[in-house]
Nanobody, 125 residues
């Protein structure tokens, strides 16, 4: 059974930084971060495939960095977010799947079968 638990969300002023963490228990191949702002659909933020290749949404390129650590059987996925703006305000979700993804399919929500409950990020201007 795959279990994902996010942490690290909070409130920050525009221009500030936050780092999100997601502990992933169980076998996974592809992992990523998605977000959903009020009144909007869920969108990909950054993902990492089984070869640790990162992919980013255009809106966060150059500001956000995805990374991961593995200790024993547990992965921890991180999202370092710099130069935050009010447009980044959303609930952020960690996602994972046992299947490998290819190219931009890694940024598609349907590629992920496992999801965390989310952590709120609020950026005030």
């Amino acid at each position: 059974q795959v279990r994902l638990v996010e942490s690290g969300g909070g409130s920050v002023q525009a221009g500030g930084s936050l780092r999100l963490s997601c502990t992933v228990s169980g076998y996974t191949s592809t992992m990523g971060w998605f977000r959903q702002a009020p009144g909007r659909g869920r969108e990909a933020v950054a993902t990492m495939d089984s070869f640790s290749n990162p992919r980013y949404a255009d809106s966060v390129k150059g500001r956000f960095t995805i990374s991961k650590d593995k200790v024993g059987a547990q992965n921890t996925l991180y999202l370092l977010m710099n130069k935050l703006t009010s447009e980044d305000t959303a609930m952020y979700y960690c996602a994972a799947d046992a299947r490998h993804c290819v190219a931009d399919s890694c940024l598609r929500e349907y590629r992920y079968n496992y999801w965390g409950r989310g952590t709120q990020v609020t950026v005030s201007s």
